[in-house]
């Protein structure tokens, strides 16, 4: 079947596995030779597949990746992945045959759990964030090894809260007790071999003293880093969006002055315009908070969403851009002439963080791989 008639794409990401390439290439020359850099693919990669990224990321020489559930790290062993693969965010006692299976290496988040895992493993210490995490100090996890003598600490790492907020001291407090936790376990002889702590925003406004012999980027590696708060260093990352997102016009019309337009007639057309109805809604992950708020661009400039957002449609104001036609595509993540909007400009005017949009971007959106 020709699947090029059957589906139009109404509504498509484009996903530039070069970009990706050059921002993890951009992550290790910020962080220099000696350190490792874990490719963070959670939730499908931020939405760009983790299968298509994660091939990327092998291929540039990634040794380490990063999901959060053991379902995510099992479809990834199933494509082939060879790199090892860190699960994050928790596992289910009736996951622990299928850590082993597909060779997963778990996060650790409670000493008691150490007791009955056979392969190596990483201990997150909570040193302020409050999530997951131990909250323990180093004589309870000395004592736990000592207990569980087939137990093999491989890796000991803790997560920042606020590491782009210069405003606060907590990273700073963060820092210092993971430190001293780690040089306790190390004078004790039991220094683990990968030691990590810092994402995007502890590298990319760099607290070098955070970053050991291992980081774990995942918002940088799509092309994004949060703004900083406070008297941050300067950025030692440069990296661009990774993801285009587009959509086709379905239909033109002309309305007269007065016209309401979408559910709820929550706006009226101030004069005579020239509308065009996007084969895009909140179904397709368009937060509908956009409505009559947010921007797409169209011939090359940015044009408002009128009315509200709906499942599978979305109206914009065309009386800017008047040679478009149903057929033409509007950019809602990317760049036209001059025009460009991204994932942190949506996520301001949905009131969202950029992490959220691209997340949320549907799995209806058809995902093309382009160099
Ligand atoms: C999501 C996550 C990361 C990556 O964070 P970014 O801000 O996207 O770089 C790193 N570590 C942990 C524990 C995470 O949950």
Redesign the pocket.
């Known amino acids: 079947m020709n699947e090029g008639r059957v589906s139009p794409d109404r509504s498509y990401a484009l996903i530039s596995r070069g970009q990706l390439a050059r921002n993890y290439r951009a992550v290790k020359a910020a962080v220099g030779p000696d350190v490792e850099v874990l490719g963070?693919v959670?939730a499908d990669a931020y939405g760009h597949g983790a299968v298509e990224v994660s091939r990327v990321l092998e291929a540039e020489g990634a040794r380490w990746l990063?999901v959060s559930s053991v379902e995510e790290g099992v479809a990834l062993r199933r494509a082939g992945v060879a790199a090892r693969i860190l699960v994050?965010?928790g596992f289910l006692p009736r996951e622990r045959p299928a850590l082993a299976e597909y060779r997963l290496t778990p996060v650790v988040h409670a000493l008691a759990d150490i007791a009955e895992l056979e392969a190596p493993f990483h201990l997150k210490v909570d040193t302020g964030l409050t999530r997951l995490g131990a909250r323990c100090g180093a004589a309870e996890i000395l004592a736990a090894l000592a207990a569980y003598p087939s137990a093999k600490l491989e890796g000991l790492m803790t997560?920042f809260a606020s590491a782009a907020d210069y405003n606060s001291l907590q990273t700073a407090h963060q820092v210092e007790a993971f430190r001293q936790l780690y040089e306790a376990l190390r004078q004790a002889g039991r220094q683990p071999a990968v030691v990590h702590t810092s994402?995007?925003?502890a590298i990319a406004y760099p607290r070098r003293a955070a970053w050991y012999n291992m980081v774990?980027?995942?918002?940088?590696l799509y092309g994004y880093v949060s703004p900083a708060r406070g008297e941050a260093p300067h950025k030692v990352l440069d990296v661009k969006p990774v993801l285009t997102w587009k959509a086709k016009i379905l239909a033109v019309k002309e309305v007269p002055e007065g016209t309401l337009i979408g559910y709820g007639a929550t706006f009226r057309a101030p004069r005579p315009m020239r509308l065009g109805v996007l084969a895009l809604g909140y179904g397709d992950g368009l937060p509908h908070r956009l409505s009559n708020k947010g921007r797409v661009i169209a011939g090359g400039k940015l044009v408002p969403i009128v009315g509200t957002v709906s499942m599978d449609l979305t109206t914009i104001d065309l009386t800017a851009a008047p040679v478009l036609a149903p057929g033409d595509e509007v950019t809602i993540l990317g760049e036209e002439g001059e025009a460009r909007q991204d994932a942190q400009q949506i996520a301001r005017q949905a009131g969202t963080i950029s992490?959220a949009v691209l997340c949320g971007i549907s799995p209806r959106v058809r995902r093309v791989y382009v160099e």
């Open positions: 963070v959670k990063a994050m965010a997560h994402s995007t925003n774990r980027p995942g918002h940088a992490y």
